[in-house]
């Protein structure tokens, strides 16, 4: 079993639609790290948070520390948002990452 | 003004070679890694370097070695490569070694055949 899980590991979805992707972890941690990984196989940092919750425009994560839990929310889902979504936590001074979450928003 | 650059984008090359891909960021940040990402998609942590020393090395055979001739720099050389060293290896850098967001190069797609 991975240290770090996310869910659903594929995601469909109609543009407009309110998309959830969650992620769960089982080791202690300092931070977490909420990527997007392109098409084209960049990756980008979209949030680091360690406690709480953060918005960037239509994107908004939360985590809850008790739980070991966090999930990133798209509101007004997009076609351009189509990636995969990686959930990353931060423990003993290096990252883990989950399996990711391929998202797919059809107009 | 790319801010985490690798070269070479691509590699292919035979088994038994040896090769080295590059890695430079203009950030000013001190901490570099190297990441790599398999057939399944699934990152791993390789190395980490903060001001030029080694502060990360995750198992990784010793065949791969990293060097960092100045904190914006930090090449991966690989020795005799194996065809399961087929990978997306990615470059990063944060500011320091604490909780700060990472920034990823492009990756470098190697394929070993």
């Known amino acids: 079993k991975n240290e770090v899980e996310q869910s659903p590991q594929n995601l469909t979805a109609q543009e407009g639609e309110f998309i959830t992707i969650n992620c769960s972890y089982s080791v202690g941690i300092s931070a977490l790290h909420w990527l997007q990984q392109h098409p084209g196989g960049g990756i980008v940092s979209l949030f680091m948070?360690?406690?709480g919750k953060k918005k960037h425009g239509r994107l908004i994560a939360t985590i809850n520390i008790q739980e070991k839990h966090s999930s990133l929310h798209i509101t007004a889902s997009h076609p351009r948002d189509s990636a995969v979504y990686i959930c990353?936590?931060?423990?003993?001074?290096?990252?883990?990452f989950g399996t990711g979450t391929r998202l797919q928003v059809f107009p | 003004d790319t801010a985490v650059s690798q070269t070479p984008k691509y590699l292919v090359t035979q088994m038994g070679n040896d090769k080295s891909i590059k890695c430079e960021q203009n950030?000013?940040?001190?901490?570099m890694y190297w990441y790599k990402q398999d057939s399944k998609k699934f990152l791993k942590i390789m190395f980490s370097?903060?001001?030029?020393?080694?502060?990360i090395n995750e198992t990784v055979p010793n065949r791969f070695s990293p060097k960092s001739p100045d904190k914006a720099h930090l090449n991966l050389h690989i020795n005799s490569l194996e065809l399961g060293d087929s990978a997306v290896y990615f470059c990063?850098?944060?500011?320091?070694?604490?909780?700060?967001?990472?920034?990823f190069g492009p990756g470098t797609r190697l394929t070993v055949t």
């Open positions: 948070l360690s406690s």
């Open positions: 370097y903060n001001n030029k020393e080694l502060i």
């Open positions: 990063a850098s944060s500011h320091s070694t604490g909780d700060y967001e990472q920034y």
């Open positions: 950030l000013g940040h001190d901490t």
């Open positions: 990353a936590v931060r423990s003993s001074g290096k990252l883990i």
